[in-house]
């Protein structure tokens, strides 16, 4: 009962005094919504990176001829290791348990010439199955078939931004090019993507035949079963491939890779990114918080007669403290409310541009820290409220 009383007092102190309670409050506004927009956009560019990590084939692993450390010597010298990745190695990397398909390339550098238009490249010799593997998506045309593979046909996909540089408006589709002394046709063109956008695709067969020569893959793509367990499979593969190879992890003639070390790596970038965005915003929490207690400093003066009042009549100290504290921890928790509600607004509006993602544990930390703003920013106020004497209360002008 006493403390329905308590919570009744402190809502008509807060709607008695409108102005004052919704100044004292705006700073705790601000710093809700802060936080919880700016962890939203941390979050949401997380999600963008994770989203187009996946679509570049975060869930294979990238086996390349040569060692990652060049100081090493062996197996792993340029003349063994380039001539590594054959056929039987291929069908040997396809028969490991676990793996699910394999997606061999080769890359060359050559010139590319379109009327006046005249660039050097990379070409990507690959199959058909690399398309499916790498998520890539064709805007104009099509992607080359297992038949333009098995016939070494001479057809291009081109990367989005060759295709910009060299035609224009116009559609590539169809169009001769020339790479150095080879005229090729143009079959599609792949949609805006940073990895592809300046770089070729053509059938494995024709890059190894007619542009560079190779007998050997350059790498190997390797989807696996199950996705979730890419780090265990690298390790497998490995091990594996140091029997087949006869060789030790000392001069292994191979390097394997994984997309997923790279985005663990970003993920962590982004989670500190946005952990210091809170922060951030946390100071203009504090501000209010400080807000608070100067305007239930400046309550606690206007009302120090009734103070005395209540304690003439027998109010415990308790009592006075408990009032003042619920008003002050009302006003943190009204506010955050508030600014919950106007983040939500923002964020709705940020995503029509931008990635922004409201995780629930950022609403429990915003209001979390409200609570804890209300209470502790609430006790001066409430303390001085109970320490005054009802003597000097009510002889107080």
């Given at each position: 009962m006493i403390l329905t009383e308590h919570i009744t007092g402190a809502l008509n102190s807060i709607i008695?005094?409108?102005?004052?309670?919704?100044?004292?409050?705006?700073?705790?506004?601000?710093?809700?919504?802060?936080?919880?927009?700016?962890?939203?956009?941390?979050?949401?560019?997380?999600?963008?990176?994770?989203?187009?990590?996946?679509?570049?084939?975060?869930?294979?692993?990238?086996?390349?001829?040569?060692q990652s450390n060049a100081s090493r010597i062996g197996w792993g010298s340029s003349s063994n290791s380039a001539?590594?990745?054959?056929?039987?190695?291929?069908?040997?990397?396809?028969?490991?348990?676990?793996?699910k398909d394999v997606s061999?390339?080769?890359?060359?550098?050559?010139?590319?010439?379109?009327?006046?238009?005249?660039?050097?490249?990379?070409?990507?010799?690959?199959?058909?199955?690399?398309?499916?593997?790498?998520?890539?998506?064709?805007?104009?045309?099509?992607?080359?078939?297992d038949d333009d593979v098995l016939e070494g046909n001479k057809v291009l996909v081109i990367g989005h931004q060759i295709a910009l540089d060299a035609f224009g408006t116009e559609s590539p589709v169809g169009k001769e090019v020339k790479l150095e002394n080879g005229i090729y046709t143009v079959i599609g063109v792949l949609a805006d993507n940073s990895q592809t956008n300046r770089r070729i695709f053509a059938?494995?067969?024709?890059?190894?035949?007619?542009?560079?020569?190779?007998?050997?893959?350059?790498?190997?793509?390797?989807?696996?079963?199950?996705?979730?367990?890419?780090?265990?499979?690298?390790t497998f593969i490995e091990r594996e491939l140091l029997r087949f190879t006869g060789t030790t992890t000392a001069n292994e003639p191979f390097t394997l890779n994984t997309l997923s070390e790279v985005l663990a790596s970003v993920q962590q970038v982004t989670g500190t990114l946005t952990l210091f965005l809170g922060g951030v915003a946390a100071i203009s929490l504090i501000v209010g918080g400080i807000g608070v207690m100067n305007i239930m400093l400046?309550?606690?003066?206007?009302?120090?007669?009734?103070?005395?009042?209540?304690?003439?009549?027998?109010?415990?100290?308790?009592?006075?403290?408990?009032?003042?504290?619920?008003?002050?921890l009302f006003i943190s928790i009204i506010a955050g409310l508030i600014g919950i509600a106007i983040s939500y607004g923002v964020v709705t509006v940020v995503n029509k541009y931008l990635s922004a993602v409201i995780s629930t544990n950022s609403i429990l930390l915003a209001f979390g820290s409200v609570v804890f703003i209300g209470i502790f920013f609430g006790i001066l106020p409430a303390s001085k409220a109970a320490n005054l004497k009802p003597i000097d209360a009510l002889r107080y002008e």
């Open positions: 008695g005094n409108k102005l004052r309670s919704a100044l004292s409050m705006l700073g705790i506004i601000i710093g809700v919504s802060a936080i919880i927009i700016l962890m939203a956009l941390g979050q949401g560019t997380t999600k963008t990176v994770v989203d187009r990590f996946n679509s570049m084939g975060a869930n294979l692993i990238t086996l390349s001829a040569g001539q590594l990745i054959n056929d039987t190695f291929l069908d040997f990397v396809k028969n490991i348990p676990g793996v061999p390339s080769v890359s060359a550098s050559r010139q590319f010439i379109y009327g006046t238009y005249n660039t050097n490249v990379s070409i990507i010799g690959v199959r058909g199955l690399y398309q499916s593997l790498k998520s890539l998506t064709v805007v104009d045309g099509n992607f080359f078939s059938p494995i067969t024709t890059v190894m035949s007619k542009i560079s020569g190779a007998h050997y893959y350059s790498s190997i793509d390797i989807a696996i079963d199950d996705p979730t367990k890419v780090e265990f499979m690298k400046v309550s606690v003066t206007e009302r120090t007669r009734e103070i005395g009042i209540r304690k003439a009549l027998g109010a415990f100290k308790s009592d006075i403290l408990t009032q003042f504290l619920i008003e002050a």
